[in-house]
């Protein structure tokens, strides 16, 4: 019969609409935040300045080398 759905392509379509609708949304979502910049965060900052491991071995073996170091305070 023409113009009758079976339960497949009703199931596909379904589907299909709603995974437009989430892409949709997920596209709508990455424009409003997109555009924003980090938060600034001093003290965070501080902390992982503190903690990188610059004078660890890296996956070959050899030390990482820092090339423009921060200044001391």
Do not use: W
Not at 40 to 55: K, Q, T
């Amino acid at each position: 019969m023409i113009g009758v759905m079976t339960p497949f392509d009703i199931i596909v379509s379904v589907t299909s609409v709603v995974l437009a609708g989430a892409t949709v949304a997920y596209a709508a979502y990455l424009g409003r935040v997109s555009g924003r910049d980090r938060p600034h965060d001093p003290e965070r900052l501080r902390r992982f300045i503190e903690n990188a491991p610059y004078e660890q071995p890296g996956p070959s073996g050899r030390k990482a080398r820092c090339s423009n170091p921060l200044p001391e305070k």
